[in-house]
């Protein structure tokens, strides 16, 4: 069997991967995807760790969980970044500053 | 003999599958990060999402691993395709599909500190652990745990989900 601290390094490595990703784009769809990147990441340490647990189905619900609501969250955030679009006819997060000042 | 040598090829075969997709999962990962094209942006999501379901498959989730394809590949990377698609019509076409790094030195920088601590102390805390071997009823035990003592879990979602559902076709409309 491969160790899991395996897992554990690729895991740590697209979660910080998805972070740079969501802090340095100025688009929100690339941002979103940066967000979906963590959500995996984590998703790989409740399975790796749930293989290793003595209850193997807590963490496997935990991520299965976790999936749904990924895709409940992608659902609302791109019909918000459409109206977005529709309103300030770009998708750079900078320039939508109507609050500012 | 033969059956030790069934199980050579086996640990080997592991180790090329946990090489191949652990390498798809981080490159498709930095190509979403070095690319500036939103599109191809997305492939490498693919490329990380189906490597990760890999990952899943050999830690022995199987349903897990399905659902993964299912709903990441099938479903949210679909739907994030859509939204470049339709955020990518009107006049100003260029600019939702315009990708602008900021600061992209600074934040690999910090990224890697972060997978620094983090490799660090996730290793520290489950590296020395003795693995199971994968239960055979794997699925069955999931599908009974969701039916009996998570069930009110699963509702919540399915509720969570009809909900989102509703709201999201309601603020996407004209």
């Not at chain 1, 899991?4 to 390094?9: D, K």
């Not at chain 2, 498709?28 to 990952?55: D, E, Q, R």
């Not at chain 2, 790094?101 to 102390?121: C, P, Q």
């Not at chain 2, 745990?145 to 076709?169: D, K, R, Y």
Request: aromatic fraction near 10%; proline fraction near 1%; charged fraction near 15%.
């Amino acid at each position: 069997m491969i160790p899991t601290s395996f897992f554990l390094v690729i895991a740590a490595l697209l979660f910080a991967i998805g972070f740079a990703v969501a802090i340095t784009k100025k688009n929100l769809i690339m941002m979103l995807m940066g967000v979906e990147l963590m959500l995996n990441a984590v998703n790989l340490n409740f399975v790796t760790f749930a293989r290793s647990g003595s209850i193997v189905a807590e963490g496997q619900l935990f991520s299965l969980f976790i999936m749904v609501i990924a895709a409940a969250e992608v659902a609302v955030a791109l019909a918000i970044i459409l109206k977005l679009k529709d309103k300030y006819g770009t998708l750079n997060p900078d320039k939508m500053d109507e609050l500012k000042n | 003999m033969e059956d030790w040598m069934n199980q050579l090829d086996w640990a080997w075969l592991q180790w090329l599958a946990l090489g191949i997709f652990g390498f798809g999962a981080v490159g498709g990962a930095l190509y979403l990060f070095f690319t500036k094209n939103i599109l191809y942006g997305a492939y490498g999501l693919l490329t990380s999402l189906i490597s990760v379901g890999g990952l899943f498959l050999m830690n022995g989730a199987e349903f897990l691993a399905v659902s993964q394809i299912m709903v990441y590949v099938g479903g949210i990377l679909i739907l994030i395709m859509f939204g470049i698609m339709l955020s990518a019509k009107g006049e100003k076409k260029e600019d939702a599909l315009k990708v602008v790094n900021v600061n992209s030195l600074v934040s690999l920088l910090f990224a890697a500190v972060m997978a620094g601590g983090l490799i660090f102390y996730s290793v520290k805390m489950g590296g020395s652990r003795s693995l199971a071997e994968p239960s055979a009823e794997q699925v069955q035990d999931l599908g009974m745990s969701l039916m009996t003592t998570q069930v009110l879990v699963l509702e919540l979602v399915g509720v969570l989900l009809l909900i989102v559902l509703i709201g999201a076709s309601y603020i996407a409309k004209k």
